[in-house]
T-cell receptor, first 117, second 114 residues
Framework: AQKITQTQPGMFVQEKEAVTLDCTYDTSDPSYGLFWYKQPSSGEMIFLIYQGSYDQQNATEGRYSLNFQKARKSANLVISASQLGDSAMYFCAMREGRDGTASKLTFGTGTRLQVTL | KAGVTQTPRYLIKTRGQQVTLSCSPISGHRSVSWYQQTPGQGLQFLFE???????NKGNFPGRFSGRQFSNSRSEMNVSTLELGDSALYLC?????????????FGPGTRLTVL
């Protein structure tokens, strides 16, 4: 089974609108961290937001928020007030707490977001 | 604080050659991880170094190796290059190896093997 699943290969959103990018994960480890990264065409992976498995509140960072539903094992990224500069690939990733694996980030296949006028 | 730096940014090699990529982490970060990104396989973990010791390794052949120096800078080496090694190689810096530690990436080295 895939550890991280992103079911939306591509998404379009109009400027100033909100958009939700889906991410579901699979782990039996009680300790894990979920991350979202943005990758523009330049290739650099830009860290956006982090949610820990024990966090009670949904994470927020400026226009980014993470809709964390632990029972459903989903960690959707919400981008509010989309801007043209938000056009990029978005990756969901997970680090698990098991010894020897915590250093590794497992990535989903990504969602390409295109913001239109 | 300066971000993660990687050199070189672009590299063209031919099959059979070897290549060394360099990564300087964020100041104070002791963990450096390497990832390979290809259109077909996506992002895959290569290995992680923490305080000069390899802590974790992905499923890559022995041609892929790395090391970390006392100043936390890391190098990755690929010997006997194959066409399939063409990829974007990303280095990530983290304060530690815990599941809660954020990883910050460098701009990547784009390797083309001809």
């Amino acid at each position: 089974a895939q550890k991280i699943t992103q079911t939306q290969p591509g998404m379009f959103v109009q400027e100033k609108e909100a958009v939700t990018l889906d991410c579901t994960y699979d782990t039996s480890d009680p300790s894990y961290g979920l991350f979202w990264y943005k990758q523009p065409s330049s290739g650099e992976m830009i860290f956006l937001i982090y949610q820990g498995s024990y966090d009670q509140q949904n994470a927020t960072e400026g226009r980014y928020s993470l809709n964390f539903q632990k029972a459903r094992k989903s960690a959707n990224l919400v981008i509010s007030a989309s801007q043209l500069g938000d056009s990029a690939m978005y990756f969901c990733a997970m680090r698990e707490g098991r010894d020897g694996t915590a250093s590794k980030l497992t990535f989903g296949t990504g969602t390409r977001l295109q913001v239109t006028l | 604080k300066a971000g993660v730096t990687q050199t070189p940014r672009y590299l063209i090699k031919t099959r059979g050659q070897q290549v060394t990529l360099s990564c300087s982490p964020i100041s104070g970060h002791r963990s450096v991880s390497w990832y390979q990104q290809t259109p077909g396989q996506g992002l895959q973990f290569l290995f992680e170094y923490f305080s000069e010791t390899q802590r974790n390794k992905g499923n890559f052949p022995g041609r892929f190796s790395g090391r970390q120096f006392s100043n936390s800078r890391s190098e990755m080496n690929v010997s006997t290059l194959e066409l399939g090694d063409s990829a974007l190689y990303l280095c990530a810096s983290s304060a530690g190896s815990q599941w809660s530690n954020e990883q910050f990436f460098g701009p990547g080295t784009r390797l083309t093997v001809l």
